[in-house]
C-alpha cells in the first residue's frame, strides 16, 4: 500500500527567509502525482503545486518549489520570502486512484 | 468555474436523526470524493466514486451511505450517527478517476460540511 510520510509535525520560520519542508512516500508504481496542499485555519484545501513522477524537472510556483527525488522518494517543499499568509497546515499528497495525505506540517510564520 | 460547492456548510444532527450531504462541480469531473478529516489531523479517504460508480469504499460504516446521482453531484447520506463521526466531511473532485493518469490531475475541494452530532 503507498505510504506518505511527513516527519515534522511543526515548524516556524522567520518572515522573509526559506523553509523547507520534508515529505517522502513509498509506492511501486512509476506513474503517480505529488502534490502539496495548504490548509489554513478556514480548513479550506489549496493546491500549492504539483508534480509529475515521469518529469524530472522540478515543480515550481511563484516563491514556491519541490526538490524530486525519485529514486530516493523523496518530495520536499521549499518556500522562499516567507509571507504571514503562509501560516497553515501543509499537506503532502500521493496520487494514482487515490489521493492520499502524510499527516501534516503546521508551518508557523514569525514576524 | 473551478468550484466545488458543500452544502451544508454547518450541520448539527442527533444521534437518531437522519440527514445528507450534498456536493456539486460543473467542472466535467468524473471522479469524486469523500474525505473525513478530524480537527489536526489529515483527510481519511472514505468513498471514490469513477464516472457515477462506486470505486472505493474505505470500509466505512453502512451507517454513511454515498449516493451519485449524476456526474456532477455527490450525496452522502447519514444516519444513526455516533458523537465521534464528528467532523468536517470534505468532498473533492478530479479530472480522472481510476488508473488514468492524465494532466490537470489534482483534486479540487470543497470547504466541507462540519459535522456535529449530539
Same mark, same amino acid.
Given at each position: ?45 489549496? $493546491? ?28 520536499? $517543499? ?28 503546521? $508551518?508557523?510564520? $514569525?514576524? | ?118
Amino acid at each position: 500500500a503507498q505510504t506518505v510520510t511527513q516527519s515534522q509535525p511543526e515548524m516556524s520560520v522567520q518572515e522573509a527567509e526559506t523553509v523547507t519542508l520534508s515529505c517522502t512516500y513509498d509506492t511501486s508504481e512509476s506513474d503517480y502525482y505529488l502534490f502539496w496542499y495548504k490548509q489554513p485555519p478556514s480548513r479550506q484545501m489549496i $493546491l500549492v503545486i504539483r508534480q509529475e513522477a515521469y518529469k524530472q524537472q522540478n515543480a515550481t510556483e511563484n516563491r514556491f518549489s519541490v526538490n524530486f527525488q525519485k529514486a530516493a522518494k523523496s518530495f520536499s $517543499l521549499k518556500i522562499s520570502d516567507s509571507q504571514l499568509g503562509d501560516a497553515a497546515m501543509y499537506f503532502c499528497a500521493y496520487r494514482d486512484d487515490k489521493i492520499i495525505f502524510g499527516k501534516g506540517t503546521r $508551518l508557523h510564520i $514569525l514576524p | 468555474d473551478t468550484e466545488v460547492t458543500q452544502t451544508p456548510k454547518h450541520l448539527v444532527m442527533g444521534m437518531t436523526n437522519k440527514k445528507s450531504l450534498k456536493c456539486e462541480q460543473h467542472m466535467g469531473h468524473r471522479a469524486m470524493y469523500w474525505y473525513k478529516q478530524k480537527a489536526k489531523k489529515p483527510p481519511e479517504l472514505m468513498f471514490v466514486y469513477s464516472y457515477e460508480k462506486l470505486s472505493i469504499n474505505e470500509s466505512v460504516p453502512s451507517r454513511f451511505s454515498p449516493e451519485c446521482p449524476n456526474s456532477s453531484l455527490l450525496n452522502l447520506h447519514l444516519h444513526a450517527l455516533q458523537p465521534e463521526d464528528s467532523a468536517l466531511y470534505l468532498c473533492a473532485s478530479t479530472k480522472t478517476g481510476g488508473s488514468e493518469v492524465v494532466m490537470n490531475t489534482e483534486a479540487f475541494f470543497g470547504q466541507g460540511t462540519r459535522l456535529t452530532v449530539v
